[in-house]
């Protein structure tokens, strides 16, 4: 059995050579898709390198909910293709990534939370998002148990209703890209850190690595919360801050959520699972730090805002709570492309709170402007000279319940 395992292995593994055509920093969702979608291009000699295991950093800490109801013009039709290429991922890669699409709820609460959940709506209608304004009584259809706090401060008033969105499996999502991105020639290293980037006159043509000096044609980034540790390598300074982002589970009970809910004035968010636990998330914390540590301030304030929507759920215990890194951009949008003035070097990051949702379009996006050397439309606005010339994005209000404080 053990050496039919071995002969079985999601991705090969291989000695590190001296050079590859594109070296990707980072082996997470974002890292492998666009390994992936490179060897679809015809791009063989890939390597994506990690410090750690394959997707142990952002993507082991997601809780991978999927969905396309942004607010900008920018915004909406990049993750709409995303969502897109989620529908149909499982079979093209193969692999049972238990994405159930159980529909979002985000809640407005006071009249000026239901005036901008209507202009999303009537944005992501006229973008192609099926997404919808529901008032009290289909929301309570929909989620019988849900506390409309009619005499209470805050009471649900409308939601934006997304009926596609949904929840994915995140190893499962690693896991087959990782699969896929293996069987079209890429190598993965895990356990290979990056401890500088290589440039002569501009270009970046390679990394320094703990297994020793690897060239490259082209050197993607990554990296999610530790982008602006890999950019600095090379003296770029990225207007990026990097929070905690906190979450926790409870212990599993017979399933009566059947989509995810999402408050922007109480800053939370609760789906179930399949096995019934009840996954809780919300704002990332007030101030940037690199520590991984759960907090019991955090753990109170998740408990007491789930309780405001949901106060029946009160005797659950909590099994675990943990806390993934999130690169915040100042436009809560991400910085995918070029960086003037360094040849040879791609940055894939800025994704906040919604990276994993976002991996597959970004992946494909990557890949075509490393093999082609052209910019996708879709990710022109994206690009980090917007912030010197103040063409900011602003999808603020779209992250609202996992905003800043």
């Known amino acids: 059995m053990l050496q039919l395992f071995r002969k079985n292995r999601m991705w090969r593994k291989r000695p590190l050579k001296d050079r590859y055509d594109v070296v990707i920093v980072g082996a997470g969702v974002h890292g492998l898709s666009t390994a992936y979608y490179l060897g679809k291009l015809g791009v063989r000699n890939v390597a994506v390198l990690d410090k750690g295991y394959i997707g142990g950093g952002g993507s082991a800490r997601s809780t991978a909910i999927i969905r396309s109801n942004y607010l900008t013009p920018e915004g909406i039709p990049f993750f709409r293709e995303s969502h897109k290429l989620y529908e149909r991922l499982a079979q093209e890669l193969r692999y049972n990534l238990l994405f159930d699409q159980m529909g979002r709820l ?5 009249e000026s939370s239901v005036y901008w959940l209507n202009i999303r709506a009537e944005f992501n209608q006229l973008l192609g998002v099926d997404s919808r304004l529901i008032g009290p009584e289909k929301i309570k259809e929909l989620v019988p148990e849900l506390d409309l706090r009619e005499g209470k401060v805050f009471p649900v008033m409308a939601a934006l209703y997304h009926p596609k969105a949904g929840t994915v499996r995140h190893d499962a999502v690693v896991w087959g890209y ?3 991105a293996d069987k079209l020639g890429a190598e993965i290293h895990p356990f290979t850190e990056v401890t500088g980037l290589s440039r002569e006159n501009g270009r970046v043509t390679g990394v320094e690595t703990t297994a020793g000096h690897v060239s490259a044609g082209t050197v993607v ?6 982008t602006s540790t890999i950019a600095a390598m090379i003296g770029i300074d990225l207007p990026i801050d990097t929070y905690p982002l906190q979450a926790m589970v409870t212990e599993p009970v017979k399933p009566f959520i059947h989509t995810t809910i999402s408050s922007a004035d109480l800053h939370v968010y609760v789906y179930q699972t399949d096995r019934g636990e009840l996954v809780i998330g919300g704002p990332v914390d007030p101030y940037p730090t690199y520590s991984h540590s759960s907090t019991l301030k955090m753990l109170e304030e998740l408990a007491s805002n789930t309780l405001e929507l949901l106060p029946q759920v009160r005797d659950l215990k909590i099994l675990r709570q943990w806390t993934g890194l999130c690169d915040m951009t100042p436009d809560y949008a991400p910085i995918i492309g070029k960086v003037d003035g360094v040849e040879g070097f791609v940055l894939n990051c800025g994704w906040g709170t919604w ?8 992946g494909k996006c ?3 402007l490393v093999a082609t050397d052209k910019t996708p439309s879709l990710i022109e606005p994206f690009d980090l000279a917007r912030f010197a010339e103040g063409r900011l994005v602003n999808e603020r209000a779209a992250a609202i319940a996992a905003a800043i404080h």
């Open 366 to 368: 990557t890949a075509e």
């Open 106 to 110: 985000d809640i407005g609460h006071t």
């Open 355 to 362: 990276g994993f949702k976002a991996a597959p379009i970004a």
């Open 221 to 226: 980034s990554a990296t999610a919360g530790w």
């Open 178 to 180: 990782g699969r896929g």
